[in-house]
């Protein structure tokens, strides 16, 4: 039997500092709750349907979460926060509406992904209409600066989407390309969320900068901890559907280190399953053992924790309190998570 | 044989008036592709490739042009407005992008769509990318008066992408649901492209309205024209492939028409090819003699030259000068145009 790599060996301590965070910034999030629910209201009955259906389907909202916490964090006593958490979890939306047509998804957290239920076209289209909503949103907040680190983002967001898209099949992909792509496609909204709070606290660019650090290093952590948990061993608790990058032929960091490090025979298999698309019942759970092998999944989360590491860093010029403390835990919450 | 119905008894006078607006606006037009070119370069290469196939395939810059045009109208002498025409060429660039993916396009304008060639994966994502350059275009604009107007537009256009999918092969549809859609997927775009030099000139409320209304139905006209095109006659100048909408079940003015005026019998017919989508070589044809047999092509010209009539009267307010006298003439080339 294949040796399978077990990614979380005290996730329960860890799943606290997520609970911790949700209790510390309840009310606010019920508040977000409300904005998306009236925003995405509309006569055309499907948009609301559908929009919801992603929106509620389980996901962790962990971006505005951390644009809250990121407003809580700079002593910020306004209300605009509220308002610009729900952009970011729209423009967030909008791009897994896409995401899972570009990738053919059927599953995302065990639900039916919207194209499934409603088809590509409608998960196209609604995904244009929450983006649109994203930047109403934010223009009624009335900041330029914030449009333009938004705006500047969305861009970021979508090339780092075209760039991966390139890398789909393509095992020559190094590993700094790799971040390149996951640094634009993910760490870019964390960094944006997080930074944001900073901007309408009105916080000095050093503290703006701290932010944008953590959520950066938050993100590209997060990523490369869901890159692992798609070739895990804790398939039950899973929100993502195990083995959907192998069997889309994703080229990740574990892939990319048991390549590299494998030798002919092995990149001969790489070839035939991610290049090739040929792949056979067992060979997913011949993927794993070459990952064990080569010791790829335990170091993506070496790499994962090297960015968490300056995630945390990144936070020590604030002031120590108990924002601070939770979200250097919510570093090891993702890092240390299983689905 | 069936009698068609020719669209376009005298569209060599006509063309001339798309040339003379053209010739007037030239110079301004080069800085747009000037712009175009400049904001599309990315070191994703698959980006600028995709991006220039459609934007350079021979469509005819109208909503751009309409902003040129508009702010010579307003006699304006700066220059956001040439910035602010490429927002809206992206933002339509990015609509035509999605929507050649959600009708599954395979021609557009005679060139293979960029889903044909690069798969519909990247254009949902180059399409993506665009919509958000264009907002960092209006972000460097600087006015929030200009990223209202279009973020209002952009999430009109989706609602209205949306609605218009939700009545294909739904012959239920009345005329006016249908002129709705069109009101949100096409005269939004128009009606903004317009209003919006209005803005920059720093006019007074009515003329921005009076610019808007002339943007608003020129863009019906220009839909329903549209619509009636695709059971036209001129089948080899026309840009779009004749029969497209048909062929989708898109439910337009003309098959409205037809369908209500027809007897049961013919309400059979359209089911059939329509709403079961189950259609034989000569029903095209056969489609074409009963919307002959009960008008419906005629009058669906007949609607478009409403709204050209309004357009026209919208820009009364204006001093007479060459801009107007070519923004009327424009009107008309919209209705009689052939492709």
């Not at 983002?153 to 020559?172: F, P, R, Y």
């Not at 590993?175 to 997080?194: H, N, P, Q, R, W």
């Amino acid at each position: 039997m294949t040796k399978i790599y077990k990614l979380n060996p005290e996730r329960h301590d860890e799943k606290n500092a997520l609970d911790a965070l949700t209790k510390m910034i309840e009310p606010d999030l019920k508040l977000i709750n409300h904005i998306i629910l009236k925003e995405t209201e509309n006569r055309v009955s499907l948009i609301p349907k559908l929009a919801n259906h992603i929106i509620s389907s389980g996901g962790k909202r962990l971006r505005p979460m951390l644009t809250i916490a990121a407003a809580k964090l700079c002593k910020y006593s306004g209300e605009r926060h509220i308002k610009l958490a729900a952009c970011v979890e729209f423009i967030h939306t909008a791009t897994l509406l896409h995401d899972d047509v570009v990738d053919s998804s059927i599953l995302r957290r065990g639900v039916k992904t919207a194209n499934t239920v409603w088809g590509n076209e409608s998960s196209v289209l609604v995904g244009d209409y929450l983006f649109s909503r994203a930047f109403q949103l934010m223009v009624s907040d009335g900041s330029l600066e914030v449009l333009k680190l938004l705006s500047d983002t969305s861009a970021i967001i979508a090339q780092g989407e075209v760039h991966q898209l390139l890398t789909k099949n393509d095992l020559d992909t190094s590993e700094d390309t790799y971040l390149d792509v996951i640094g634009a496609k993910t760490a870019a909204l964390f960094s944006a969320a997080c930074k944001v709070s900073g901007i309408v606290a009105d916080r000095k660019i050093a503290d703006q900068e701290s932010l944008e650090s953590y959520g950066k290093n938050l993100g590209m952590a997060f990523q490369l901890i869901d890159d692992a948990l798609d070739y895990s061993a804790t398939s039950i608790t899973l929100g993502k559907s195990r083995g959907d990058d192998f069997k889309e032929g994703k080229i990740t960091i574990p892939v990319i280190l048991a390549y590299r490090r494998g030798n002919s025979e092995e990149r001969s298999f790489w070839k035939k399953t991610l290049v090739s698309c040929n792949q056979d019942e067992n060979d997913f759970e011949h993927a794993i053992s070459l990952m064990t092998k080569h010791n790829s999944l335990r170091d993506t989360i070496n790499r994962a924790k090297h960015y968490g590491d300056k995630a945390k860093d990144a936070l020590a010029i604030f002031p120590n309190d108990k924002t601070k403390e939770t979200l250097i835990n919510l570093v090891d919450y993702c890092i240390k998570r299983d689905n």
